[in-house]
């Protein structure tokens, strides 16, 4: 195995309503030759660290940023309850883009980070180039296995004196249950990076908000599989006007290929991958595969497609 790449550098960034969101980056492109700045969102119990090879794959021709979304990683959380919804996190998302001063964006996201870069997306399009989503949560009511926890995580109290009791677990068992889960072939993990995983989440263990982020995170997930077609992600994906990528992996326990299909009948302008012998984080698992993937939907792209004014109301408001 080749050395792991190390994970970049971390900053918080304010933002217009006072608060603070940590973020990771690579350096800032030396020359105006560069593509743009690509934002990485991670999904439950994930961080910007998930986005480490992915990041490094893209670098230096992209300006790449990974964002701890609230509640997790190095974020604050949220002040109210509500802040952890998938809209009210896709809402932040918009006001880091605009701290950063960096849109259009080419927005990327992993399984719930793939939801909220959903909704920022047909919220705001003027703001994102591009759109890439790996094993996006989409609502799916089809029973599966391993998902049978999720319902429980979500209860009130009961789901955060769960995640309370996960917490004790000793840190490298719960990486490794992650890894086990999330990977196809858990192999492909470096020792080294296995042990930075478990120094990261020893520090973020310290910081005291994660059982409540995580038990909200599964709360947010059911009620966005409830809810109302009309209100529902899959409607919100067929608003976005920007050339969406979609990756998906065979051998996914959390999330089902099968939604290949109906992803690409529900964007606009979408390609759907299906990777062979890939789980749920296959930017983690082949992020040159998956950078490659999005430098081919890049080039596609002709220059100046995002922002669809059309889509604003009089005044200025966005349709959904």
Not at 276 to 302: D, K, L, N, S
């Amino acid at each position: 195995m080749t050395q792991p790449v190390p994970h970049w550098p971390g900053r918080l960034v304010s933002l217009a309503d006072g608060r603070q969101v940590h973020v990771t980056e690579t350096p800032k492109s030396a020359s105006d030759a560069g593509k743009g700045t690509v934002l990485c969102v991670h999904g439950m119990s994930g961080a910007a660290t998930n986005w480490t090879d992915f990041m490094a794959e893209l670098a230096p021709e992209f300006d790449c940023v990974a964002a701890d979304l609230p509640g997790s990683g190095f974020s604050p959380p949220p002040e109210r309850k509500a802040g952890y919804s998938v809209k009210a996190l896709a809402r932040t998302m918009i006001r880091l883009v605009e701290a950063l001063e960096a849109g259009p964006v080419h927005l990327v996201g992993n399984s719930m980070g793939g939801a909220v870069c959903i909704r920022a997306a047909a919220r705001r399009p003027d703001l994102v180039r591009t759109l890439t989503l790996v094993s996006p949560v989409l609502p799916d009511r089809r029973f599966r296995r391993e998902l049978m926890e999720f319902p429980l995580a979500a209860l009130p109290f009961f789901g955060l004196r769960l995640m309370r009791r996960f917490e004790r677990v000793p840190p490298e068992n719960r990486v490794a249950g992650v890894v086990s889960t999330c990977y196809y072939d858990p192999s492909v993990v470096h020792p080294e990076r296995f042990q930075l995983e478990v120094a990261e989440l020893r520090r973020r263990d310290a910081l005291g908000y994660a059982p409540v982020a995580l038990s909200r995170a599964a709360r947010t997930l059911v009620g966005e599989t409830l809810r109302p077609r009309r209100f529902s992600l899959w409607r919100a994906a067929g608003q976005i006007p920007v050339p969406t990528l979609v990756i998906f992996g065979t051998d996914d326990k959390l999330v089902s290929p099968r939604l290949a299909d109906p992803a690409a009948r529900a964007f606009r302008d979408a390609k759907v991958v299906v990777l062979e012998r890939t789980g749920h984080v296959a930017q983690m698992e082949h992020p040159a595969i998956v950078a490659a993937r999005f430098r081919e939907m890049v080039e596609r792209t002709p220059p100046g497609i995002p922002g669809d004014a059309a889509r604003l109301s009089p005044d200025g408001v966005p349709s959904i």
